[in-house]
């Protein structure tokens, strides 16, 4: 699954690069998604939307078995 999820994160990259952003994808445990948020997208005030709204909607679509996706710190 971690496989999977790998590719779908490098299909947002692009989207999160053009704003000076990107995504790393730390763990899997149980559906559970763990992204590390990098460059602009670590500071914005507007990253927990990004988050939920973007890459956790977009990786549920793509890979019903994840649960939800969260930040690691």
Known sequence: ???KI???IDKIRP?????????ELVDVVDGV???RLQGACAG???????LKNGIERFLKK???EVKSVERAD
């Open 15 to 23: 989207m999160l690069q053009a704003d000076g952003g990107d995504v």
């Open 6 to 8: 790998q590719a779908v």
């Open 62 to 64: 793509e890979i019903p």
């Open 44 to 50: 914005c005030p507007m990253s927990q939307i990004t």
């Open 33 to 35: 998604v763990t992204v």
């Open 1 to 3: 699954m971690r496989e």
